[in-house]
């Protein structure tokens, strides 16, 4: 993808969180906040529609944002805000989205489902489920073709896995030895169905086997070891070695959609999940590391600051109007 | 009488007719164990079990293929679409295989297959989840579509294409889902399938609605400076053209109100064909209310897109007054 312009705050952010490991912290615990607030913005009746949120995945998005360049493609699915939030989209860019801004990352015509940033290489996310799988290899197909160094990250969950796009995907990427990171985020339920009902399967990493491609199953709680594991098949993907399949095994705190209670739910499943918080194991290794503990409890309450801020301009930002309708449905307007 | 959501008018329809003959299943994502994402298959896993009442895992076109092939194998399935946009993954086995049964094989084999899906705007979900797309399906030879407008005609429509020999497309309109409707639930109370009905009489102006636009129109013409008769097509394929042929022949003026945009809108077949068939009897041009040609946006504009009642009685108000057709809102805007 090319970049538009080089003093963009997406970039700045991108940049940032690629600086140290205080900062990618920061942007998990962004995620964590900008997710919990929706939740509650959406129940006090202030947004339409619905919202797909990512709550205890958060660790996968800000390793996908901490490995990437810029120019990099990323297709990811509904449930982006995280992966948004921590490849560089501003919370205004985001949040104005959901509140159908023109600030939005569409204008506000689209909502929570479709968020987009080509300047740091967020594809729109896709709501059809497994629609980015073949999109994402044909990113990787155009960085073939363009001889750049470029490569793509389709991001999409379990569910996605039992879909013809999937497999038409990954034989492609393979056939082709496309530089392509195909990335499962595994959080053990499409919808309110667990995995084990719908797929015969429960390390989904042996698919990429039928096609002659490597994988890998990695913690998708642990920040760490998914930077090692995207790093070394993005790495791959860079040097011509071909596609990777990375399984990230993860958990959804939330329901899977704002309507969705998640009482399907086996009893104390959520409660163990939540011993393994990305955010909290991250910082027990922080502090371990030598990090002032109480600089990173100072985060939460500046990254609520400035959510809350960002909250503000968003409301007293502009609404789209009907001719926004009009624009962008192909070049000109209709 | 039953004062019934319309989901729920579907979940009986369906039950008494799961009741009546063993050769029918059900079977779509979270249809099961969730009783459908939109409710509407309440209460039969506990009534008829695991194995006629069957959750799938994403995976669209093996689910609709196989009811295909079940189909033709002396079973009845019923397939649900959560939402109808998801049918593009699958369409082949609808459109190019189910509609083609009976043709291929000289009228040996018969696809007795019915496909749910919600359909449509207004509950803000944006551009990929809030289409009517029965454009995708009315040209198909083989293929029926019908349109509930309320739990009465959803419960006897979903009956009507239960019973049917060929393939059914039943497009129902999400946002009516939660509401209800008083009606006479006889067990046999079918609608046939290309019968249309006439809500409300007059004699200026004929209006024909379908699904959620039928409300619409009722409300339009119920305050209003003429009198119209609403017709809710109920089919669009094949529709009721004695009806709508009958009513323009009294009224001489002929408005349909559409969901969809305005290019191949399922008003332009009803304008062309009573055109041709009633030219004599009409007193000016007919008049098609739609949707403009851009994705249907989120959130407030959504309410801008769709022709509300405000916007039929005003356009058609112009209408009668000047047997002229004035133009549309986005016209005024470009
Ligand atoms: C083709 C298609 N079928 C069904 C859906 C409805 N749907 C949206 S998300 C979802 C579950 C997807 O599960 P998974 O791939 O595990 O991702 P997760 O939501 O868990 O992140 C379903 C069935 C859809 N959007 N597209
Ligand atoms: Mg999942």
């Known amino acids: 993808m090319t970049v538009a312009s080089e003093t963009n705050e997406a970039l700045r952010r991108r940049a940032a969180l690629q600086e140290s490991r205080l900062e990618l912290f920061r942007r998990m615990v962004e995620i964590r906040l900008v997710e919990d607030r929706i939740i509650e913005l959406f129940g006090e009746g202030l947004i339409p529609g619905s919202t797909h949120t990512c709550q205890g995945q958060e660790a996968v998005s800000v390793a996908v944002a901490a490995v990437l360049r810029p120019t990099d493609t990323v297709a990811c699915t509904y449930r982006g805000h995280g992966m948004a939030l921590a490849l560089g989209v501003t919370r205004e860019a985001l949040l104005g989205e959901i509140f159908g801004r023109k600030i939005g990352c569409m204008g506000g015509l689209g909502g929570s489902m479709h968020l987009s940033d080509p300047t740091v290489g967020l594809l729109p996310t896709f709501a059809i489920v497994g629609a980015g799988v073949p999109i994402g290899v044909g990113a990787a197909l155009a960085a073939q073709l363009q001889g750049t160094e470029d490569v793509s990250v389709s991001v999409f969950g379990d569910g996605a896995t039992n879909i013809g796009g999937f497999h038409e995907g990954l034989n492609l990427a393979a056939v082709w030895s496309l530089p392509v990171v195909f990335l499962c985020e595994n959080n053990l339920y499409g919808e309110y169905s667990p995995i084990a009902r719908t797929t015969p399967v429960t390390d989904l990493a042996v698919r990429a086997a039928s096609y002659q491609m490597r994988s890998e199953v990695v913690d998708g709680q642990d920040v760490d070891a998914l930077i090692d594991a995207i790093a070394a098949a993005v790495a791959r993907a860079r040097d011509g070695g071909g596609p990777t399949l990375v399984e990230a095994k993860t958990y959804r705190y939330a329901g899977h959609s704002r309507s969705d209670k998640a009482t399907y739910r086996p009893e104390g499943e959520l409660e163990r999940w939540l011993q393994r918080d990305p955010i909290t194991l991250f910082k027990t290794k922080l502090v371990d590391e030598g990090v002032d503990g109480s600089a990173l409890e100072a985060v939460w309450e500046e990254c609520r600051l400035q959510l809350e801020q960002s909250i503000e301009a968003v409301l007293a930002s502009p609404l789209a109007e009907p001719s926004d309708m009009l624009a962008n449905v192909t070049a000109g307007r209709i | 009488m039953k004062r019934l959501r319309m989901n729920q008018a579907i979940s009986l329809a369906i039950a008494e007719e799961m009741e009546r003959d063993e050769r029918i299943f059900l079977m779509g994502e979270d249809v099961a164990e969730a009783e459908g994402t939109f409710k509407t298959s309440e209460g039969l896993l506990a009534r008829f079990g695991p194995s006629r009442v069957r959750d799938t895992p994403i995976s669209e076109m093996g689910f609709l293929g196989a009811a295909v092939g079940a189909a033709v194998s002396g079973m009845r399935p019923i397939v649900e679409i959560m939402f109808i946009e998801f049918l593009g993954v699958a369409l082949d086995q609808l459109v190019t295989e189910a509609a083609l049964m009976r043709y291929l094989s000289g009228g040996a084999l018969h696809a007795p297959l019915t496909v749910r899906g919600s359909a449509g705007a207004g509950l803000g979900f944006g551009c990929q989840h809030s289409q009517t797309l029965e454009r995708w399906l009315v040209g198909t030879p083989g293929l029926k579509v019908v349109v509930p407008s309320g739990a009465r005609s959803a419960y006897g429509l979903t009956k009507a294409a239960i019973r049917d020999d060929d393939p059914v497309v039943v497009l129902e309109p999400r946002a009516l889902y939660g509401r209800r409707e008083a009606f006479d639930a006889d067990p046999d109370a079918v609608i046939p399938i290309g019968v249309g009905e006439v809500l409300g009489q007059g004699d200026d102006v004929t209006i024909v609605a379908l699904g959620q636009t039928v409300e619409t129109a009722r409300s339009a013409a119920a305050d209003a400076s003429w009198a119209a008769d609403v017709v809710d097509l109920r089919t669009i394929q094949p529709w009721d053209h004695e009806l709508v042929a ?89």
């Open chain 2, 246 to 334: 009958e009513s323009v022949e009294k009224t001489g003026r002929l408005v349909t109100v559409e969901e969809n945009q305005f290019t191949g809108g399922w008003g332009a077949e009803i304008v062309s064909s009573i055109v041709s068939a009633c030219f004599v009897s009409l007193k000016c041009p007919p008049m098609r209310l739609t949707a403009p040609d851009v994705p249907v946006p989120y959130g407030e504009l959504e309410r801008q897109y769709l022709p509300s009642a405000d916007y039929v009685r005003t356009q058609v108000d112009v209408f009668v007054k000047t047997d002229t057709v004035p133009s549309a809102w986005w016209e005024e805007l470009s």
